[in-house]
């Protein structure tokens, strides 16, 4: 059932998935096994090896924890696509002005590499720092780098691709005006899973 969970994870969003993988992988199993496939506590207990009231408790704060987490703001998706273009023509160029002009100043950037993938120091706040970094990547990766729009599980989200292999993708919150949150996704098998995703589409 572990398994079909962690499947199923596929269909939420990309933001949504992040902030899945930044819990602890037993309130993850638990609040997946209850949350999406409606299994009781005792069934939750059966197959991560807690007893129910435990994993009750861990249901409650996972879902805490992605309350506070969750987006902030609530803008039209044309004013979201809108942004998240400008942001991928921004760091696919290495466009600094662009970047200061989309990136709010107090800006904030998680990223999950899956503990497979050295994570950027997260959470980075900081619009000048962040955009920093993705210049550093844009002339690490010049002539290489390409970012694409996709619709991912029903959310627009930005591929970033290095000499055509999927290393990252990006999801923004915004508050209509500028970029204030950036979600990226860096495990390499959760990567893979999307790659797949977006092959069958």
Request: aromatic share 4%; hydrophobic share 45%.
């Amino acid at each position: 059932m572990q398994k079909e969970a962690k499947e199923r994870a596929d269909e939420v969003s990309v933001a949504f998935l992040i902030l899945l993988e930044r819990l602890p992988p037993e309130a993850r199993a638990a609040f997946l096994l209850h949350e999406l496939f409606g299994a009781d506590y005792r069934e939750v207990a059966a197959a991560i090896g807690k007893p129910a009231t435990v994993c009750r408790q861990l249901v409650i704060q996972a879902k805490a924890q992605l309350r506070d987490e969750g987006p902030r703001y609530t803008v039209s998706r044309e004013v979201h696509l809108n942004l998240l273009r400008e942001f991928a023509r921004s760091i696919e160029h290495g466009d600094a002005d662009a970047m200061s002009t989309l990136i709010d100043d107090n800006a904030i950037l998680t990223a999950d590499g899956g503990g497979k993938q050295s994570p950027v120091c997260a959470p980075m706040i900081g619009g000048q720092r962040i955009a920093r970094l993705y210049l550093a990547v844009s002339r690490r990766y010049a002539g290489k780098l390409d970012v694409k729009i996709a619709m991912l599980n029903g959310h627009w989200v930005a591929l970033r691709y290095t000499s055509g292999t999927l290393e990252s993708v990006q999801s923004i919150e915004t508050d209509g005006t500028r970029i204030v949150r950036i979600l990226v996704q860096r495990n390499p098998d959760t990567l893979s899973r999307i790659a797949a995703l977006l092959a069958r589409t």
